[in-house]
């Protein structure tokens, strides 16, 4: 029963997967959006938990949905079968079986629920010199910063597949909450803290990143494309072109207004459209600077700096459009 109930298993899984891959691709073009179509080693964990999860579980649930028919058919009244026992009220086998395969399916979901929480560990490296990436969390944008390469992209993350990313977050705002869900899981940042996320890419593609964490008006445009790219494609993606603007105090100022990206670009003098921004970095210790603001102690002047640390002020023009 258990190596056919897993068999079943995998194969309920394939037809979820098809069917939610349709449904991604149509609806954000080809976005892979669910763990269910992993690019990377942290969300081909996942896929497999949930393939263990559903197999052990088929052990208790395929026998109630074919022995409860069964059941019905031989004790039907019109034809009953069986011996009329009407002072029956215990048996030691089937106790052992409604109690004893409970327990092992508990035993068995949690043993592998510790194993996938300790493989997937956000904080644990996932091989030698990690790409370094730094994330602030904005309304309703997210900065990435490459200290090792010079740049900084709004709504963008690039990545080499092969190479482990180590991501660091933060959010100069409210608590905001990262997901990549075809490449890792999802982690929280609040300002003045920094979190980690470690991941790499296994396979060349493009998914889809959000927050997770309602924060306003602009939440629902809140996500960023994720770009897993061959290393040779990956340099030449750092060394393209720019759009001329360096991330400094006065440009991270206006990305720091409450403002979505195409918005965002109008306030920067750039086209006024749903595209990532490239930038040159200013100076290197950027993330850090905005992190230590919020722990000034009592210097006024420092925490108004990178655009203060009071709730960011609306667009000129909102989010509305």
């Not at 037809?15 to 891959?21: D, R, S």
């Not at 207004?257 to 950027?286: C, E, F, H, S, W």
Request: glycine share 10%.
């Amino acid at each position: 029963m258990g190596r056919r109930s897993i068999s079943w298993a995998k194969a309920g899984v394939a037809c979820l997967v098809a069917w939610t891959g349709s449904a991604a691709l149509a609806s954000s073009g080809s976005l892979d959006q669910s763990f269910l179509q992993p690019m990377g080693p942290i969300a081909q964990e996942q896929y497999d938990h949930l393939l263990r999860v559903i197999g052990i579980t088929m052990v208790v649930i395929l026998p109630v949905l074919i022995g409860v028919p069964l059941i019905l058919w031989r004790y039907r009244y019109s034809r009953p079968r069986g011996a009329y026992t009407p002072e029956w009220e215990f048996s030691k086998k089937l106790e052992y079986a409604l109690w004893g395969v409970p327990v092992l399916v508990v035993i068995l979901l949690a043993s592998w629920l510790w194993y996938s929480t300790e493989k997937l560990d956000p904080y644990e490296p996932l091989g030698p010199e990690p790409l370094q990436v730094q994330a602030i969390g904005l309304d309703w944008k997210w900065l990435f910063i490459y200290p090792e390469e010079g740049i900084a992209t709004v709504d963008e993350l690039a990545v080499p597949v092969g190479r482990p990313v180590e991501l660091t977050l933060t959010t100069d705002t409210v608590m905001q909450s990262l997901l990549i869900a075809p490449l890792t899981g999802q982690i929280y940042a609040m300002p003045g803290m920094t979190t980690k996320l470690n991941f790499s890419a296994t396979r060349t593609g493009e998914a889809e990143g959000e927050n997770t964490q309602f924060n306003g008006d602009g939440f629902g445009r809140q996500k960023f494309t994720v770009r897993a790219l061959a290393p040779a494609d990956y340099e030449a993606w750092v060394a393209s072109s720019k759009d001329g603007l360096a991330l400094d105090e006065e440009t991270y100022a206006t990305l720091r207004r409450r403002t979505v990206l195409a918005d965002a670009r109008g306030d920067l003098g750039l086209n006024k459209r749903a595209q990532p921004i490239i930038m040159a970095l200013g100076q290197q210790d950027i993330f850090q600077q905005i992190v230590a603001k919020y722990h000034g102690s009592g210097n006024t002047a420092a925490s108004e700096r990178w655009g203060g640390i009071a709730l960011p002020q609306s667009g000129a023009k909102g989010a509305g459009e």
